[in-house]
């Protein structure tokens, strides 16, 4: 059964709307015209009531929703899963895009470690206490592509976590070698909200 909710204005006291006059109410073939001498014009959510000499009247019956009232902040939504301070090194080998995950990394409070090459990335790694997600490129330059290097990493560290980046189709990432990781992969370019969903994944995993 339809529920409707009625929106009512009082009559105003004029003469009335004439005879081809409930057309221009508004734009379009929504009204029907109606005879001069008091009308009801019903087109679908919308009725008019013009009784000549009397004003006019107007009702509006619109469909309610069963759906929670409660005003929500278009923002929250949106707002991305914070970390909680887990250390996460970034290996990319392209200063730019690096730049831009080391910054989105620490806005989302993450504790961060950068490096250009897997020679770097091992020297972070035997130097930091401890690192919980390695965030690495999957082709890189020097020689030792992402995959390779964290294949040795996860040797060393049973527990990291890993995700890969890649500009390149996803058949085309998949052409390297990822062995037994257990990893995800994050397409270039990224929003910061998916970087945040990708993360939390994998550190949740």
């Known amino acids: 059964m339809a529920h409707w909710v009625r929106f009512e204005r009082d ?25 001069a001498t008091g009308a009801t014009v019903a087109v679908e959510d919308v009725i008019l009531q013009t009784p000549c000499v009397n004003g006019t009247e107007v009702r509006m019956f619109l469909p ?16 991305p899963i914070r970390g909680q301070g887990e250390v996460i090194l970034v290996l990319e080998d392209d200063p730019d895009v690096r730049h831009l995950a080391v910054t989105s990394l620490k806005s989302l409070g993450y504790r961060v470690l950068e490096a250009s090459d897997a020679k770097a990335a091992e020297k972070e790694l035997a130097a930091a206490r401890e690192v919980d997600l390695l965030l690495s490129d999957v082709v890189l330059r020097g ?3 992402g995959p390779e290097f964290a294949l040795k990493a996860k040797s060393l560290y049973p527990q990291l976590k890993v995700v890969f980046m890649t500009g390149y189709a996803p058949e085309h990432a998949a052409n390297h070698n990822f062995g037994e990781l257990d990893t995800k992969l994050l397409n270039k370019p990224f929003r910061r909200a998916d970087l945040a969903q990708v993360l939390h994944d994998a550190l949740a995993h």
Do not use: W
């Open 64 to 79: 309610s929703t069963r759906s929670s009232t409660t005003t929500q902040d278009p923002m929250k939504d949106d707002e």
């Open 143 to 145: 020689g030792v592509s």
């Open 11 to 35: 009559g105003e006291t004029g003469i009335g709307m004439l005879e081809g006059e409930t057309i221009a109410v508004c734009e379009g073939d929504l009204f029907a015209s109606a005879p």
